[in-house]
């Protein structure tokens, strides 16, 4: 955002407008809005909408990516080599896709997961619980198909993990 973005108002409000910078290489006189294929966008919202019906089933793929680097990293201990890394780099890919697609109670376990990876200091049955217990939450957010926050279930499923973790 530029500073041309924030507009204050008398009263100390604050207006943020959209960035021009697009327009700025445009040119003046050319609407953006036209350049925009309104048929390429609606197709692709449709194909979006399809792929959150399937979600589900893709996130359970991740998971099984992500078990079969944990076991892995659990095999060899090593929690400094490439195999760690990959299991920390699918946890951040499972986040980001399933927020795409509205699985926010998975975004956030995954959130959760992923800041438990990166500050472990060493492979032990504490933390090997703690991570099963994060695989299993998210397996079951897909299995039951948890969508946004996961309702009432999803708090308490939540609140538990961050208890766990903290």
């Known amino acids: 955002m530029g500073n041309n973005d924030i507009k204050i108002k008398k009263d100390g409000t604050q ?3 959209p960035d021009d910078a697009l ?3 445009l040119g003046p006189g050319v609407d953006i809005n036209k350049l925009i294929n309104k048929d390429k966008v609606q197709r692709a919202q449709k194909i979006l909408e399809k792929d959150k019906e399937t979600f589900d089933a893709v996130g359970l793929q991740h998971l099984e990516v992500i078990n079969t680097r944990y076991q892995e990293v659990k095999n060899s201990g090593d929690i400094k080599g490439g195999v760690f890394a990959s299991l920390c780099d699918q946890v951040l890919n499972l986040k980001s896709a399933a927020g795409i697609y509205d699985y926010m109670l998975a975004t956030k376990v995954a959130r959760l ?5 990166i500050n472990i200091q060493d ?3 504490r933390s090997e619980n703690i991570i099963e217990v994060h695989l299993k939450a998210l397996h079951l957010i897909f299995s039951q198909k948890m969508i946004k926050d996961g ?3 999803g708090k308490v499923l939540l609140a538990e993990l961050e208890k766990l973790t903290g």
């Open 23 to 25: 327009q700025r290489k």
């Open 15 to 17: 207006i943020v407008a």
């Open 113 to 117: 997961f992923y800041e438990f990876l």
């Open 123 to 125: 492979v032990n049955k």
């Open 151 to 153: 309702g009432a279930q």
